[in-house]
Structures are given as C-alpha cells and as structure tokens.
C-alpha cells in the first residue's frame, strides 16, 4: 500500500492519498479519487465526480514540493511518504533543532529588500528578505532561530540560485 501525505500552502491537516497497488486509483482523505499523468506535467485529478487539470509548474524534487496549478488557483505542495511525515510530526525531521548557518537564494531573481541588520536576532520563518522572481515578489523567511551575522545581499542587486545571501 502506497500512502503519501500533501502539505498544501499553510493548511494545517495534510491530505492523505492512498492506493493499495502501484496502478489502483488514489484515495483522497478516504474519498473516491483519481489521479493520472496525461502529459509532461500534466495530470488529470478526478474526485467527487468531477473532473480537474493539474498543471505542475515548478519541482523540487530534493524538498518535495511542487508549485502545481488547478484552474485558475496556484498551490505550493509539499510531499512526504509514511516516514518522512512521521518523523516531521515527532519533531526528528533534518532541520529540528538543527542550528541555522546561511540562507541562499532559492532561485535566481533580484533582491527588492532586505529585512534585517547584521546583529538582529531572527526567530524561525521570520521574514528576512524579498526577492522577486518571475514578476512574484517571494519572502525569504529564516529557517530557525539565529543572529545575523553578515549580509551578503544587497537590495536591487541581481542574484543566482544558490547564492548565500544571509550568513548567520
């Protein structure tokens, strides 16, 4: 049996997809439910009866998160299996408790702002950074807790993917 658990944007309960063999339909939250590829990134999501387009518009496979498009709706999605979410809900996941060292651009874009000073104590998802990609304005928050140590950035300058941007 398959069991996949999606985090969708800032929801607070996952949603559980299952399916009892490689090629049998995908329940979703224990409802009727089926999902298809039809195309590179392109699925077809079948559920209550009705029929909807799922479009996959970025992947990151090393984070499992998928920025995917139903209709007109944009979501972010991030994947675990069984024991991935098990051990995110026990508290045992990589980044716990794990000291916050550096912040690098998680995309190429430009630096429209940056939030902190170097010194500025930041809590865990503290927004520290904007950086707009794609026309989006994006907030870099903190990963964890830290003091900042040095500011790579600086605001309307261009920067690639993976760049350090905020040392802590």
Do not use: C
């Not at 980044?95 to 170097?118: C, D, F, N, S």
């Amino acid at each position: 049996m398959a069991k996949l658990y999606a985090n969708i944007n800032s929801r607070k309960e996952p949603l559980v997809l299952e399916r009892a063999t490689p090629h049998a339909p995908w329940t979703i939250n224990g409802r009727a439910g089926d999902l298809v590829r039809t195309g590179p990134g392109q699925y077809s999501l079948v559920l209550d009866g009705r029929s909807h387009r799922v479009q996959v518009l970025k992947e990151d496979k090393e984070n499992g998160i998928l920025r995917i498009r139903i209709g007109a709706k944009t979501y972010n999605v991030r994947l675990e299996d069984e024991q991935a979410h098990l051990m995110q809900s026990l508290g045992l996941d990589k980044g716990a408790g794990a000291a916050v060292k550096e912040i690098k651009a998680p995309m190429p874009g430009l630096v429209l702002k940056v939030l902190v000073k170097e010194g500025d104590a930041v809590k865990k998802n503290e927004p520290v950074l904007i950086l707009e990609a794609m026309k989006m304005e994006n907030v870099i928050k903190s990963p964890g807790d830290g003091t900042v140590k040095r500011i790579h950035a600086q605001e309307k300058t261009a920067v690639e993917k993976g760049q350090l941007l905020i040392g802590f």
